[in-house]
């Protein structure tokens, strides 16, 4: 009888587990999924509320030349808009999550579509930390890539 409680206690816990993780990772994706649109939408508010800047926070920007960019991240706090993207919209895809407590990382790719329809390709990574139990934005680096 015990053997059994057990048991079914440590199942539990396990789908406890499980699908608090579920939880986070979905609410990690809605916060990228509002970063990319409120950026494309030039809502600077909307886009500095995704971030929280720490002493170590970094923004590395790789394009297809070769070229690195490492990007102020005071640049995505209060962000002019004419400074932002000019509308259009991005879809993320290939998730791909790690949690650990308060901290997470994150890889995606992403096809931004500018309003003229060119597209632009990235690979993505995405660190992100829990402040007043709500997950932000602290670093990130953007592949940009040519598709063929």
């Known amino acids: 009888m015990k053997w059994k409680l057990t048991f079914y206690l440590l199942i539990a816990i ?3 587990g499980y699908s608090q993780k579920k939880k986070e990772s979905e609410l990690i994706i809605q916060l990228l999924e509002k970063e990319s649109a409120t950026w ?34 005071a640049a995505m706090m209060n962000t002019k808009p004419e400074a932002m993207g000019n509308g259009g919209f991005a879809v993320n895809t290939n998730y791909k999550i790690s949690i650990n407590g308060k901290t997470a990382w994150v890889s995606h790719d992403e096809e931004s579509t500018a309003k003229d329809g060119k597209k632009t390709f990235s690979y993505e ?4 930390e829990k402040i007043k139990n709500q997950w932000k934005l602290v ?10």
């Open 14 to 16: 396990i789908l406890t």
């Open 40 to 73: 494309r939408a030039q809502d600077s508010k909307g886009h500095s509320d995704c971030w929280y800047i720490q002493p170590y926070s970094r923004i590395l920007v790789s394009t297809p030349k070769g070229e690195t960019f490492d990007v102020p991240p």
């Open 125 to 128: 990574i995405r660190l992100l």
């Open 139 to 148: 670093g990130q680096s953007i592949h940009i890539y040519k598709s063929e």
